[in-house]
Nanobody, 127 residues
Framework: VQVVESGGGLVQAGGSLRLSCAAS????????MGWFRQAPGKEREFVAG????????YYSDSVKGRFTISRENDKNIMYLQMNSLKLEDTAVYYC?????????????????????WGQGTQVTVSS
């Protein structure tokens, strides 16, 4: 499975960015997908997640109301619309995916839920 993020960059506080993620694999399966981020000196943290059919969306408290996760129907393409960006949103953002079948303990909010990761895209918010 290959995972590729795009859309990072430099933006002023209060501004917006949209990240994209595309995943491809050996079958036509549709994946559960999520976004994580890691700031310098900090652990990787969950940002947002979306199930394969878009029925369930998950957000961390720190981004709820500002970020919106979405995906294209029946495709492994996902987006993260980030509005009202803050300095503390500066991080490398990673796309993560998990092909079916879903494990019983899957929550959508843990790094352990996802088996395949992209290389990350840098988001820098300046004052």
């Amino acid at each position: 499975v290959q995972v590729v993020e795009s859309g990072g960059g430099l933006v002023q506080a209060g501004g917006s960015l949209r990240l994209s993620c595309a995943a491809s694999g050996p079958t036509d399966s549709i994946y559960d997908m999520g976004w994580f981020r890691q700031a310098p000196g900090k652990e990787r943290e969950f940002v947002a997640g979306i199930t394969w059919n878009s029925v369930n969306l998950y957000y961390s408290d720190s981004v709820k109301g500002r970020f919106t996760i979405s995906r294209e129907n029946d495709k492994n393409i996902m987006y993260l619309q980030m509005n009202s960006l803050k300095l503390e949103d500066t991080a490398v953002y990673y796309c993560a995916v998990e092909p079916p079948p879903r494990a019983p303990q899957w929550s959508g909010t843990s790094a352990a839920d996802y088996g395949y990761w992209g290389q990350g895209t840098q988001v820098t918010v300046s004052s």
